[in-house]
């Protein structure tokens, strides 16, 4: 095959050709090593891969800690109200248990429709106290509900995001997850990426609903109309960067931190105009990842100290809960 290649009876096209339609797997392979040859690439063995991404956490995600919080205040709320009708009703047992000496006077009462009138305020008013006191523990738990569910279906978008960073990059990376930066304001980074080309911090969203994202206003669609939503991504993601910024100017890195959001439900449409931090939608982000590999722009001194940094600082937070 490779004298025909020589004197030119068998061309490119033809080689082509026979690569994709051989039935022999040896004829392809030869088709597909002379047209390497012939185009003059090289062969080279792949190079060593750089393990997988180094990932370090805090501990407990900033979603569970949130989910502990909540269902601990449900429990409180819960067993007060439970508190203050066990203590109504055994005060109410232990006063029927006592003989009254008005009881005459309460019957005598009750003979008229003046003190029937009253005795029906005085009950009417007893079960709404009971009503009240069933009613609004209720409905502050379902509310606490909601946030719950909705710090989970956080939670679960970090995780998610988090796996696929990791089929996505490799070793020269390291991944640092619910980063709590000291200072008055105890938000959590979600993900800090550390890599050749840089720094990022990503604020992962898995919220329902159909959003658009135009400029830094995000707004969450009721019926025909467009809301301002309450969470905004963007501002978040680019307050977080720079904070993270603050923090490692204060040991000499003047690093720029990049931020962007990451879109991590996929069944919620989100549409983005003009974005002044970037989205990343959750089906593409490994192209995203890719895109960033442009060029080294952090030497690995730098790369080692900020990893360093920001692990001392989750170590930190593991210890003290």
Same mark, same amino acid.
């Given at each position: 095959?490779?004298?025909?290649?020589?004197?030119?009876?068998i061309?490119?096209?033809?080689l082509?050709?026979?690569?994709?339609?051989?039935?022999?797997?040896?004829?392809?392979?030869?088709?597909?090593?002379?047209?390497?040859?012939?185009?003059?690439?090289?062969?080279?063995?792949?190079?060593?891969?750089?393990?997988?991404?180094?990932?370090?956490?805090?501990?407990?995600?900033y979603?569970?800690?949130?989910?502990?919080?909540? *269902?601990?205040?449900?429990g409180?709320?819960?067993?007060?109200?439970?508190?203050?009708?066990?203590?109504?009703?055994?005060?109410?047992?232990?006063?029927?248990?006592?003989?009254?000496?008005n009881?005459?006077?309460?019957?005598?009462?009750?003979?008229?429709?003046?003190?029937?009138? +009253?005795?029906?305020?005085?009950?009417?008013?007893?079960?709404l106290?009971?009503?009240?006191?069933?009613?609004?523990?209720?409905?502050?738990?379902?509310?606490?509900?909601?946030q719950?569910?909705?710090?989970?279906?956080?939670?679960?978008?970090?995780?998610?995001?988090?796996?696929?960073?990791?089929?996505?990059?490799?070793?020269?990376?390291?991944?640092?997850r619910?980063?709590?930066?000291?200072?008055?304001?105890?938000?959590d980074l979600?993900?800090?990426? +550390?890599?050749?080309?840089?720094?990022?911090?990503?604020?992962? /969203?898995?919220?329902?609903?159909?959003?658009?994202?135009?400029?830094e206003?995000w707004?969450?669609?009721?019926?025909?109309?467009? /809301?301002?939503s309450?969470?905004n991504?963007?501002?978040q993601?680019?307050?977080?960067?720079?904070?993270?910024?603050?923090?490692?100017?204060?040991?000499?890195?003047?690093?720029w931190?990049?931020p962007?959001?990451?879109? *991590?439900?996929?069944?919620?449409?989100?549409?983005?105009e003009?974005?002044? *931090?970037a989205?990343?939608?959750?089906?593409r982000?490994?192209?995203?990842?890719g895109?960033?590999?442009?060029?080294?722009?952090?030497?690995q001194?730098?790369? /080692?100290?900020?990893?360093?940094k920001?692990?001392?600082?989750?170590?930190?937070?593991?210890?003290?809960?």
């Amino acid at each position: 095959m490779g004298k025909l290649l020589d004197s030119k009876q068998i061309t490119l096209k033809d080689l082509g050709k026979m690569a994709e339609t051989s039935w022999d797997p040896k004829e392809r392979q030869a088709a597909i090593a002379l047209m390497l040859l012939r185009l003059e690439q090289a062969i080279k063995e792949p190079a060593p891969p750089a393990g997988f991404v180094k990932i370090v956490s805090d501990g407990r995600t900033y979603s569970k800690k949130k989910q502990y919080n909540l *269902a601990l205040m449900q429990g409180l709320i819960f067993g007060l109200s439970i508190g203050i009708l066990l203590t109504m009703m055994g005060i109410l047992i232990i006063n029927g248990l006592k003989p009254h000496q008005n009881s005459q006077s309460i019957t005598s009462l009750a003979s008229t429709p003046f003190g029937l009138l +009253v005795l029906a305020i005085v009950l009417i008013m007893m079960l709404l106290v009971v009503g009240l006191l069933v009613f609004i523990p209720d409905q502050i738990g379902k509310r606490l509900d909601k946030q719950i569910e909705a710090f989970q279906l956080g939670e679960e978008g970090e995780e998610r995001t988090v796996q696929m960073i990791v089929q996505a990059l490799d070793g020269n990376w390291s991944l640092f997850r619910n980063v709590s930066l000291p200072g008055r304001n105890k938000g959590d980074l979600d993900i800090v990426l +550390v890599g050749p080309p840089g720094v990022w911090v990503l604020e992962v /969203k898995n919220l329902r609903g159909v959003y658009r994202n135009i400029g830094e206003t995000w707004e969450i669609r009721h019926g025909k109309n467009w /809301k301002t939503s309450l969470a905004n991504p963007s501002r978040q993601a680019k307050d977080n960067a720079v904070r993270l910024g603050d923090f490692l100017k204060a040991d000499h890195l003047k690093i720029w931190v990049n931020p962007a959001v990451v879109w *991590a439900n996929e069944e919620s449409p989100l549409f983005v105009e003009n974005p002044s *931090a970037a989205v990343w939608m959750f089906n593409r982000l490994p192209d995203e990842l890719g895109n960033i590999w442009q060029a080294e722009k952090l030497s690995q001194a730098d790369r /080692k100290a900020i990893a360093e940094k920001l692990s001392k600082l989750c170590e930190a937070q593991k210890k003290t809960g």
